[in-house]
């Protein structure tokens, strides 16, 4: 009891400051001596997690909506349904089943900002090993209360998740503790390889299989699985356009340090690979393909609106690799897309769906200059109601108006069905006021992308 109680006296009161000169290295993540993964490994850890429970087998499921939306047999994978929503469950079980009782009762650590923090917490409690977890500053304060529902350990420190990581290797090393790194330590690579298996036993020798990369554990996992069973079929990487480190890391031949930038899939702003996971990836990935901003938006509304799946960014991007036009090549064949995971706080999701609509032509926004008279702003609410566009946001302008005082310029966001409809009411409304004086403002720009 006093040893626990000293621990997390310890862990609630280190900050940043104790490791700025003190640099530790993982001891399951060796540069020098990478591990690459096995086939064997990651069939013991099907096995095992399979035998001994705790993990959901989730769907490898027809998408009928998506498959005639692209013209491909579009299967999920649905990691969406783990208990804490993402795939990260797999190799975090795997990973704490092979510790051994000694250091099941020191603890294990990790640095995360979200799904790797919640595996381990759920599996850390359910299986009796302390979990402490150093999350960054911008980690969701959603997923830092989850955590601590379940029982881990939670200290916020550090502004991205390399200084969380300098911390948490610090206090693993100073209470002999254990540190998982999410996306790259042996086991969660073998664990994270049993999705490759799982899809592959629902769907036999997919021509292609879109894996999001983000550290690259996932994807040297699925790669690794896939290539032994079924080597004529595709692995595809897919990572945010804002976040390259796999890409210059595959040109370089070595993993490389390349910062990120903000993205809608978050989950996947690692700004370097895993020594072992690029290790085991090489030479089994046979492209990587890098999706707009926009694309990754629009995925997420339209798994929410044609296969009512909220996913996160990160989930979401196989579906939008397709949107983007790179994999044309690909129709007519049969695509799995892993649904990694779901977790997305609910206002970040709904700046997704707007997006989404707006790049997607449904909400469009528009400047427009009317006579300011009686009847003048009811006459143009009521030609786009004519028309059927829905008016959510309206703003009316007089003080700016230097040229004409008897007008006043009318700002709107409307809700349209479509590029088409949007053309209709642009022609009406050219044709009832001064061309020059309507502006309709692009929907890329309207959505911030």
Do not use: W
């Not at 040893?3 to 020098?32: G, M, W, Y």
């Not at 339209?302 to 296969?307: A, G, P, Q, S, T």
């Not at 049969?334 to 790049?359: H, P």
């Not at 022609?427 to 692009?442: G, M, R």
């Amino acid at each position: 009891m006093l040893q626990n109680s000293l621990r997390k006296s310890i862990f609630h009161s280190f900050t940043r400051r104790h490791v700025a000169s003190f640099k530790l290295k993982d001891e399951f993540c060796d540069p020098e001596n990478p591990r690459i993964l096995q086939f064997g490994d990651i069939s013991m850890a099907h096995h095992r997690i399979q035998v001994e429970g705790g993990i959901v087998r989730t769907d490898c499921r027809k998408s009928r909506c998506l498959s005639q939306l692209f013209d491909m047999n579009v299967f999920l994978k649905m990691e969406v349904n783990q208990d804490t929503g993402s795939f990260k469950e797999r190799g975090a079980r795997y990973a704490l089943q092979n510790l051994t009782e000694e250091k099941k009762r020191n603890g294990v650590f990790a640095a995360s900002a979200g799904n790797h923090a919640l595996a381990l917490s759920l599996h850390g409690k359910q299986l009796g090993v302390e979990v402490n977890v150093v999350m960054p500053k911008i980690a969701p304060l959603m997923k830092i209360n989850r955590c601590q529902e379940l029982g881990a350990k939670i200290l916020v420190e550090g502004n991205d998740i390399a200084e969380s990581r300098e911390i948490a290797m610090k206090l693993a090393h100073e209470q002999q503790g254990t540190y998982i790194n999410g996306y790259d330590h042996y086991d969660i690579l073998a664990g994270a390889g049993t999705v490759g298996l799982e899809i592959l036993e629902a769907c036999p020798m997919p021509d292609a299989i879109l894996v999001p990369v983000g550290g690259g554990g996932l994807v040297a996992g699925v790669a690794t699985a896939v290539k032994a069973l079924s080597p004529s079929t595709e692995v595809i990487g897919v990572v945010s356009e804002t976040c390259q480190a796999i890409v210059e890391s595959l040109e370089a031949g070595h993993p490389v340090y390349v910062p990120t930038r903000p993205t809608l899939a978050d989950g996947l702003a690692v700004p370097n690979a895993g020594v072992n996971a690029f290790a085991s990836m090489k030479g089994k990935i046979d492209r990587v393909i890098s999706v707009p901003e926009n694309d990754i938006a629009v995925a997420i509304l339209r798994l929410i609106e044609n296969e009512k799946v909220v996913c996160e960014g990160a989930g979401a991007i196989g579906i939008g690799a397709i949107l983007s036009g790179k994999l044309d090549y690909l129709k007519g064949k049969t695509v799995v897309s892993i649904l990694s995971g779901g977790n997305i706080d609910s206002t970040s999701l709904g700046r997704c769906i707007e997006r989404g609509l707006a790049y997607d032509h449904r909400v469009i926004r528009l400047s427009v200059i009317i006579p300011d008279k009686p009847g003048g702003l009811s006459k143009l609410t009521g030609l786009v109601g004519d028309l059927q566009g829905n008016i959510r946001d309206l703003y009316l302008e007089r003080a700016f108006m230097r040229n004409d005082m008897s007008s006043q310029r009318v700002k709107m966001v409307i809700e349209v069905k479509g590029k088409e409809h949007e053309e209709q009411l642009k022609e009406k409304l050219e044709n009832e006021y001064d061309p020059s004086n309507c502006q309709f403002k692009n929907s890329s720009r309207l959505a911030g992308l």
